[in-house]
């Protein structure tokens, strides 16, 4: 299919977003009015995310780049979520009105590319306040509610869900082997990376050797000692909320990004329903949709591999 240059570029920037185990749940669909996006029906995650509501986020962050790389070419687009059979999707009808997109989201354009998902230490250094407000903001433009943890005892007992989420996880072997399903080489196109030669040893090791108690005590530690803890979430939960949270998810990182911090997930409570309900009562307010820890990466994030946007299209 020929595709309009500008509009190529849109979906190699949409497809930057992250996703959960880089899975890159997304589909386009190029119209005469516009671009839809939709969930890829094949790219789930039955273990960890078995009611589709990461997969829903993941489409939402990627719906999120398209209005940036849209805003930064000057070209408005009505954002329309829509409600399908097999999930939500979302419609970006060219208009030409100038919404408030226009104004806000171009200078994150640059930022697409260069936003990365952490997994190792943060440095000491602390996230200054006025950065926690600018995120905080970004959050509540799409509609979704950001909270830094703050005070000793709600970071405790945060770091506790973590703990206990994480072990109750690594001692599923279904999660375990979902988790190693998604581990593979960069020339994939998708999934976790793992080395060519030395993949097959740490998927074995993931589904065999790894012990919970210790992966636990780790991430606690992430928890514990990160600058920042943030949840983000939303009012009420549903398809339609997980969109946003996506949309919301990424305007934050990208703006994250813009002042040098990335992000380093904690979602293990929300991946399991009863830890939601605790982390929901302990953050006392609507309904939290991811747990992330952000700092100042002490090393070089590395980039995951994407697939070609041929492989994207939806006719
Ligand atoms: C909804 C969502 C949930 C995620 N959950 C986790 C997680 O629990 N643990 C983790 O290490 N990364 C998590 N990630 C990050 C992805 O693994 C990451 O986006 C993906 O590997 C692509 O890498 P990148 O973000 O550096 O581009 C999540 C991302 C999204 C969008």
Redesign the pocket.
Known sequence: MDLDPVIRNWLELAA???????SQPWRFRVARDGVEVWTDPERVLPVSDPGGR?RV??VG?AVMNLRVAAAADGRGLNVRPEQAGPGPYVRLLNTTHAGADLQTLPLLKEWIPR???W?GRFRPDPVPPEVVDALVAAARQEGVWLRPVTGTEPRREIVRLVREATREQWRNPAWRAELAHWMRPAAAGDG?PVGRFTGGLTRWAVRRLVSPRRMARAEARVASGAPVLLALGTGIDGPMQSLAA?QG?QRVLLEAARHGFCA?????PL?LPERRAELAEQLGRGHPQ?LFALGRPDGT?R??PRRPVELLLRT
């Open positions: 930057q977003a992250p996703s959960s185990h880089n990461e986020i993941s962050c936003r990365r998902s997994r976790l996506g998810l380093r997930y904690l979602n293990q991946q991811l994030p980039a995951t």
